[in-house]
């Protein structure tokens, strides 16, 4: 029957465009729930640094922004923006922006940052159909496409204003692996060639690259274990590492790495691998089977001595340098929590809870095995990539909350190939052995309605739980009225219209960037955390007395300091209650100053009531969350969120209380300038005050 | 093991046409190539290690994609892959002009 004058695979054809059509227009729209109701502005506290960055680069051009360097950052040591961001996310927002403008369109570039991330959204749902296309068949793919789609794993870090380097580093993911499998199942150079260009966009964007450049020699490293080494392997790998990692030392944050660390080195050796098992066949075909046991014996001892001189003598000069400390945690579990706090203190870094998986993966997470068992069943080379793929992605993803981001494409594509089987297995028209009509009808009824259950779920999520903002919050009053918590944007401009531009805001490392981004004054230190001593110097200076504190603070040239406050709001992500990491974190560099034992009362209660601790009460963070909070709550005065009695009395000498939002959930306070005849201030407020 | 060498070498001389005895030049060629600039880096010293790293990766991919197209213009390979000789031969060409761009950022 002709539709449109179209042959029946033409309409096939036009079918599936329709199809991924749809697929996109759902995956950017189930995104946009944060710009409907609140506006459309940057999420959280990393996409704020993007986002400055991108203004720089297109205001000053890409010469001036790959080498810039900030003083405003990290007071006052500076940081090299050039050379220490993955410049991927910020080049794609700028070429956007500047094609658009040269069209005449005059898109705001905040416009085109908060909705790049729903864009790449569709392009990667797009992706995941042709990786689902590549392993079995365009069914199994337009299912992938439309898992992908919503899956609430992936929105959770690609919603309208998440401008995070996520948001296209998954898209790049997706498109990488499905050049290589192609590459590997054609034996072509041109795909290897493409692959490796995207690996390279890939490095640009996001740090999780090492998972591709670790995976594939892995997989490489697998097939040639099970004997079913192929030219087209050689073909395909050789050309795509020889491309890949020459492309990915282009970027001056990776530099050299892939010559010297030990992330990089599993590329390496493969490379070299197959290489000798190149050769190996190459001889295997050309002489009779008993010389090539000979040439193989001696072959082998030649190399393993060759090879075990060089590992030596490079362990010995510590050339091969070992695993750094953030994947090293993704090994030894403990290992951060001990050595390195910061990277223990971050929530999305802690190990995910069951729950988790269902309520990022729903109805997929028991169709994944189902698929790896369809992939056992079929085991083509890209078969054995799934499995490994599927394998590392659940140990990394129940290792750390984060990296379920990195499941949830592999879950898709696997969901779609066990979908895809048994829709092949129920509906097709051929009258197979034995299964009747009525239990076909119902076994499709029941897989539609999961699947549409799977839709519904990944919206309610969407909507509920991935759409804050972070920095504007929401709350029902008691009539079921909506009202906005926008403290923090408050405060930021205060901070902007209020304050000289040189003049330095002291706040702890969460905030920096989106100070640096909405207040535009210099930090001392932000979510880059790279340099761990001013972090701990900054936690020294929240979790010392006050003369201490000021004499620090001066000696940093601070002019401000911003604490976050949440006893009135009942907001538990407030610095009282991260208190207790600042104080680990300054434990580990100043042992003999700050101890984390003082800061919990006699009974071992972390108490900031009458009963704290002398450290706690005499803290500079306690003091300047509680001052004048007493007046404001009358006598039944209550924290909400630490559900205790407020202490009876706060005194401040050393810093005024420059400003206070409306619910008291920023609080900034002005360094007192030095007395002018040389005495102490709280000799100072005695001497006024009698 | 020297039976074993010298039934290569037979087996080379005899079975393997002019084209590819044309690439197997060339690939030898791009090895010593490499070998030279590693002697060197090793003898005199690694700075500027960006120059040595671009020099180097490149005479080696020169080798690898020689090889690509090598066992591509095999016919005993031919029933592996889909393409044709010539279809090989621009790949071969594509790698190259990445390569180039790739370099000529590097070499700095």
Avoid at chain 1, 90 to 100: C, E, F, G, K, R
Avoid at chain 1, 221 to 237: D, H, I, P
Avoid at chain 1, 361 to 384: C, K, Q
Avoid at chain 2, 85 to 98: K, M, Q
């Amino acid at each position: 029957m002709k539709v449109l004058g179209l042959s029946a695979v033409d309409q096939t054809r036009l079918l599936r465009i329709c199809i991924l059509g749809l697929i996109s227009i759902v995956a950017i729209g189930s995104r946009l729930y944060s710009v409907l109701r609140f506006e459309s502005v940057i999420h959280e506290f990393d996409p704020w640094f993007n986002y400055r960055t991108t203004k720089y680069l297109v205001h000053h051009g890409f010469e001036k922004f790959w080498n810039w360097f900030d003083e405003s950052a990290w007071y006052p040591l500076g940081r090299v923006v050039g050379g220490t961001l993955y410049p991927g996310i910020m080049v794609t927002s700028a070429a956007i922006y500047n094609a658009l403008h040269a069209l005449n369109i005059p898109v705001d570039i905040r416009n085109v940052c908060v909705f790049l991330a729903p864009g790449f959204s569709a392009l990667t749902a797009i992706a995941t159909y042709q990786l689902g296309k590549e392993v079995k068949n365009e069914t199994a793919g337009l299912l992938a496409a439309a898992f992908m789609g919503v899956a609430p794993g992936y929105i959770s870090r690609s919603v309208a204003g998440s401008y995070d380097n996520e948001g296209i580093a998954i898209f790049l993911l997706v498109l990488t692996f499905w050049l290589w499998l192609r590459a590997v199942r054609v034996g072509s150079a041109m795909s290897a060639a493409v692959c490796a260009l995207s690996y390279f966009y890939m490095v640009s964007a996001w740090g999780g690259y090492v998972f591709i450049i670790n995976l594939i020699p892995l997989h490489v490293c697998v097939l040639l274990a099970m004997g079913r080494f192929s030219n087209r392997l050689y073909v395909a790998y050789s050309t795509f590492y020889a491309l890949g990692t020459l492309a990915s030392m282009q970027i001056p944050f990776v530099g050299f790495q892939p010559t010297f660390t030990s992330e990089h080195m599993a590329a390496l050796g493969a490379f070299g691998l197959i290489q000798v098992v190149a050769a190996a066949y190459y001889v295997r075909a050309r002489v009779t089977a008993v010389q090539f046991r000979t040439f193989v014996a001696c072959a082998a001892v030649l190399v393993a001595a060759l090879l075990a001189c060089v590992l030596v003598v490079l362990s010995m000069r510590g050339a091969v340098a070992p695993w750094t400390g953030r994947f090293y945690s993704l090994w030894d579990t403990a290992y951060a929590k001990v050595h390195i706090p910061i990277i223990a203190s971050v929530s999305e870094h802690q190990p995910t809870a069951w729950p988790n998986f269902f309520f990022d993966l729903n109805v997929l997470i028991w169709l994944f095995p189902a698929g790896i068992y369809f992939s056992f069943r079929e085991l083509s080379d890209n078969h054995v990539f799934l499995i490994l793929y599927s394998v590392f992605a659940a140990y990394f993803a129940g290792v750390m909350v984060r990296l379920i981001l990195t499941l949830t494409p592999i879950v898709c594509v696997l969901a779609g190939v066990a979908v895809a089987n048994v829709f092949e297995a129920y509906l097709s028209h051929s009258p197979g052995p034995g299964v009747a009509q009525v239990p076909r009808a119902a076994i499709m009824g029941a897989m539609l309605f999961l699947l549409c259950s799977f839709q519904w779920h990944s919206s309610w999520i969407t909507s509920t739980a991935y759409s804050s903002p972070s920095v504007v919050l929401a709350s029902r009053g008691p009539d079921g009225s909506h009202h906005i918590i926008d403290d923090f944007r408050e405060a930021y401009y205060w901070l902007r219209r209020n304050t000289e531009p040189h003049e330095r805001v002291l706040s702890w490392w969460d905030y920096g960037y989106q100070l640096a981004g909405m207040a535009d004054r210099p930090t001392l230190v932000d979510n880059n955390t790279w340099n761990n001593t001013h972090i701990a110097t900054v936690g020294r200076i929240m979790a010392s007395d006050e003369d201490t504190a000021y004499d620090l603070a001066r000696r940093h040239d601070v002019d401000y300091v911003l604490v976050v406050f949440g006893a009135m709001l009942g907001y538990s992500g407030d610095d009282i209650n991260k208190f207790l990491w600042m104080i680990r974190i300054a434990q580990g560099v100043y042992p003999n100053d700050v101890r984390e034992q003082d800061f919990f009362n006699s009974a071992g209660e972390y108490a900031i009531g009458d009963t704290a601790s002398k450290a706690m009460r005499e803290s500079l963070l306690h003091k300047l969350c509680y001052y004048r909070f007493g007046d404001v709550m009358g006598a039944q005065a209550f924290d909400r969120v630490r559900k205790q009695r407020l202490p009876s009395s706060v005194t401040l000498h050393n810093f005024e209380e420059a400003y206070t939002t409306e619910n008291w959930m920023v609080r900034i306070y002005r360094v007192k300038d030095l007395d002018n005849l040389g005495r102490s201030h709280k000799n100072a407020a005695q001497f006024d005050s009698t | 093991m020297s039976a074993v060498l010298s039934a290569l070498v037979h087996d080379y001389a005899a079975h393997t046409p002019l084209r590819l005895r044309a690439i197997d030049a060339y690939m030898a060629f791009c090895a010593v190539i490499a070998l030279v600039q590693l002697v060197y880096c090793v003898l005199v010293g690694s700075f500027p290690y960006n120059a040595f790293l671009a020099g180097f990766g490149s005479a080696a991919a020169c080798f690898v994609f020689a090889a690509a197209l090598r066992i591509k213009s095999d016919e005993r390979n031919a029933h592996q892959f889909s393409g044709s000789p010539e279809g090989a031969f621009a790949e071969f060409v594509f790698c190259h002009i990445v390569l180039h761009f790739i370099v000529a950022n590097f070499l700095g």
